[in-house]
């Protein structure tokens, strides 16, 4: 089955630097990649999504990036600030569009912006 | 507030018993997810239903069944349970209609002692 690895799974940076999460699936029929943001105690909340037909999407100061050759996608957060802070999931979902959509998720990287 | 409602937010039993989690997806969804999230296995799918039928399954023990209603709310029962069961149970619906995008619940979290 499905398989999603999410690396590094802590990262800390300073206030205003960019940050870049990496996840590699290993099922080439995946087609659907969303990034989720959790606080502590929270629910995920989708904060981008990305589907294998496009090979970019920007939202503002994030933004993910797709190379379904090489089977891995990124998350890029530009000017952080510490309210960026939380655990961030990405995740990958099989099955054709409108009839399946199980969410495999990464381990999850804990980002923690210092001011 | 992504729209999903979950009942209860906090559950604390005994090892052995059983429980009952509930979860209303958001208005127009036919589809939902129930997730499972610990401390050191993240969060790992477990069941999926869409308007009323069982869609897939992940990784669900045998002690864990799940339904999902005429009116689309689902439950998701958990018996005989064990000190491991102890996690945040998440359910999340979609329309799967134009998209797949998932929203999330607030979740439930449930302690076994």
């Known amino acids: 089955g499905e398989n999603v690895e999410q690396h590094p799974s802590t990262l800390s940076v300073q206030e205003g630097d960019s940050a870049v999460i990496k996840c590699t699936y290993s099922?080439?029929?995946?087609?659907?990649f969303p990034w989720y943001k959790q606080e502590l105690g929270k629910r995920p909340q989708l904060i981008i999504d990305?589907?294998?037909?496009?090979g970019e999407k920007k939202d503002q100061r994030i933004a993910v990036t797709l190379n379904k050759t090489a089977k891995h996608f990124s998350l890029h957060i530009t000017e952080t600030q510490p309210e960026d802070s939380a655990v961030y999931f990405c995740?990958?979902?099989?099955?054709?569009?409108?009839?399946?959509?199980?969410?495999?998720f990464g381990k999850g990287t804990k980002l923690s912006v210092k001011p | 507030d992504s729209g999903v409602t979950q009942t209860p937010k906090h559950l604390i039993t005994a090892t052995g018993q059983r429980v009952t989690l509930r979860c209303s997806p958001r208005?127009?969804?036919?589809?939902v997810y129930w997730y499972q999230q610990s401390l050191d296995q993240g969060l790992q799918f477990l069941i999926q239903?869409?308007?009323?039928?069982?869609?897939a399954k992940g990784n669900i023990l045998e002690r864990f069944s799940a339904q999902q209603f005429p009116d689309l709310h689902s439950e998701l029962n958990l018996s005989s349970l064990e000190l491991g069961d102890s996690a945040l149970y998440f359910c999340?619906?979609?329309?799967?209609?134009?998209?797949?995008?998932?929203?999330f619940g607030p979740g439930t979290r449930l302690t076994v002692l």
């Open positions: 999340a619906s979609s329309t799967l209609r134009e998209t797949d995008t998932q929203y």
């Open positions: 099922d080439s029929a995946s087609n659907y």
């Open positions: 239903y869409y308007n009323g039928e069982e869609r």
């Open positions: 990305i589907r294998s037909n496009v």
């Open positions: 208005s127009g969804d036919l589809s």
């Open positions: 995740a990958a979902s099989i099955g054709p569009w409108g009839s399946q959509g199980n969410l495999i």
